[in-house]
C-alpha cells in the first residue's frame, strides 16, 4: 500500500481544517490507519488512529474533542477533521498504515507499529 497525506494549509487560531490521506492497493482497508505530527527539533508524536472498520478510532488527549479521525473504505481515504485549532497544532502531520492491529489503543501511539508512511502535509495555525 501507498499512502498520499493532503490538504493541509494555513488556517487561523480557532479555525478548522481537514486533511485526507489516500491509501493505494487492493489490501488498504485491511489496514489500521493513523496520524502523526512533527514540528522541527522533536520527535514524530501520535495524533490519531482508526481500525480498518472504522469502528474504532483512538486520540491523544491534546486533541480529543477537537479533532476526529474517520475512513471512508470505497474511497480507501482516511480524514482527520480538526476544529478549534490551536497554534500549538502547528505542524507536519503525516499518515501511517499498521496491518497488524489489536483492540488496544495504546497499541497505536506507538511509530514501529506502523508498516508504511506517507509524506507529510503541512498545517500552519496562525494567530
Known amino acids: 500500500v501507498q499512502l498520499q497525506a493532503f490538504g493541509g494549509g494555513l488556517v487561523q487560531t480557532g479555525g478548522s481544517l481537514r486533511i485526507s490521506c489516500a491509501a493505494s492497493?487492493?489490501?488498504?482497508?485491511?489496514?489500521?490507519m493513523g496520524w502523526f505530527r512533527q514540528t522541527p527539533g522533536k520527535e514524530r508524536e501520535f495524533v490519531a488512529a482508526?481500525?480498518?472498520?472504522?469502528?474504532?478510532?483512538y486520540l491523544t488527549n491534546a486533541v480529543k474533542g477537537r479533532f476526529t479521525i474517520s475512513r471512508d473504505n470505497a474511497k480507501n481515504t482516511v480524514y482527520l477533521q480538526m476544529n478549534s485549532l490551536k497554534l500549538e497544532d502547528t505542524a507536519v502531520y503525516y499518515c501511517?498504515?499498521?496491518?497488524?492491529?489489536?483492540?488496544?489503543?495504546?497499541?497505536?501511539?506507538?511509530?514501529?507499529?506502523?508498516?508504511?508512511w506517507g509524506q507529510g502535509t503541512q498545517v500552519t495555525v496562525s494567530s
Open positions: 501511517a498504515a499498521a496491518l497488524n492491529t489489536i483492540d488496544y489503543g495504546g497499541y497505536y501511539y506507538d511509530s514501529k507499529v506502523y508498516d508504511v
Open positions: 482508526i481500525r480498518p472498520s472504522g469502528g474504532r478510532t
Open positions: 492497493g487492493p489490501t488498504a482497508s485491511r489496514y489500521a
